[in-house]
């Protein structure tokens, strides 16, 4: 059990990511690949990964077990770690002394690790634009594809979370972070592998969620870092590489079965995270019509919807997010 303790300057400065953490996505995905529970939820998208695989993933598999410790300098703090290019940067400028420090600590937990992570342990610049290289790819070849579905997940994790505290206050927010997470002032309770304490002291804490999180949350090794607690989304679907077929109606115009007034309301007030209630009352329609045109909107990939505290919540997807961009242009209420 892990067991995180805040001040009362903690609890002010707790910080809810917005977007997915590019590296700690790869990371997670990279060892939920080569794990092998989570049969039901990750068994397709493992076997469609595993044929994609390009073979510079030999370089990111010593480097990330499927279980226990992996080098925190794979996820490192950055100005904005859902970008690309900045959080590889952020890992590019690892410090010397972080690089061999955590290597040294993977060693002594593998059995052998190859020969080119002491040349990564001593910083050769060479290396790390290969380990960058790596990343690069393995993102393009097995992430990229389903990245709108990881992204569409976490836009739904933070919703639920932002209502917890307008509802709840501090206090609701880390109370609903999930069944493996307990919240009993001033501790926060985790699920982990083995016993541990963490102190805030005044930093504060990142609220992490991540898709490929798996089975239970993590956090940076080293105590001293910028305390972040990534933990796993929820999810009640099976993770499929493909979307669902479309109809031939939706193939034939995917676009018109969308527009409408009632439907650009629900799209424009699930930007936000909306009840079933709460989108019949907004839109003066009755609970079953906000189902039914929902339904639509989910067969066309641009809504999704799951159940929290007893009440069917309504978000929108990433495509969703950039389709209602797209038709604040055209549409009028």
């Known amino acids: 059990m892990l067991h995180i303790v805040f001040t009362t300057e903690d609890l002010a400065k707790i910080r809810m990511a917005a977007e997915p953490d590019y590296l700690w996505e790869v990371a997670n995905s990279v060892q939920t690949l080569r794990r092998r ?79 080119w992570t002491g040349r990564l342990a001593e910083g050769d610049l060479d290396t790390l634009r290969q380990l960058e290289e790596s990343i690069r790819l393995y993102h393009a070849r097995v992430l990229a594809p389903i990245w709108p579905r990881v992204q569409s997940h976490v836009y739904a994790d933070r919703i639920i979370r932002m ?8 206090d609701g927010l880390l109370s609903g972070l999930g069944p493996q997470i307990q919240w ?9 592998p083995f016993d541990q304490v963490l102190h805030l002291e005044g930093r504060g804490i990142t609220l992490q969620p991540s898709y490929f999180c798996w089975p ?46 009632t439907r650009a309301g629900v799209l424009r007030a699930a930007a936000t995270g909306s009840s079933t209630g709460e989108l019949a009352r907004l839109l003066d329609i009755s609970p079953s019509a906000v189902s039914q045109h929902a339904a639509i909107l989910r067969e066309n990939g641009l809504l999704q919807t799951f159940r929290k505290g007893g009440r069917t919540m309504h978000t ?13 242009r055209v549409v009028h209420l």
């Not at 090794?221 to 939706?250: C, F, K, M, N």
């Not at 997807?317 to 797209?326: E, I």
């Open 316 to 328: 929108l997807t990433a495509h969703g997010r950039a389709f209602l961009q797209d038709t604040e």
């Open 216 to 261: 239970t949350p993590v956090k940076l090794a080293d105590p001293q870092l910028p305390p972040v607690l990534v933990y796993p989304v929820e999810r009640d679907d099976i993770l499929s590489p493909s979307p669902p077929a479309l109809t031939s109606t939706q193939q034939a115009d995917p676009v018109g079965a969308l527009i409408g007034r």
């Open 184 to 192: 009993s002032r001033p501790v926060l309770e985790v699920d982990y």
């Open 163 to 170: 209502r917890s505290f307008l509802e709840e206050g501090v």
């Open 37 to 115: 529970d989570g049969v039901r939820m990750f068994r397709e998208w493992r076997r469609w990964a595993r044929s994609r695989i390009p073979k510079t993933l030999t370089r990111l598999a010593p480097l990330l077990p499927p279980q226990g410790y992996s080098p925190d300098f794979l996820t490192p703090a950055s100005p904005d770690p859902a970008v690309p290019d900045v959080a590889l940067n952020a890992l590019l400028s690892t410090p010397r002394t972080r690089l061999r420090t955590d290597l040294a600590r993977l060693a002594e937990s593998q059995r052998r690790l190859p020969r």
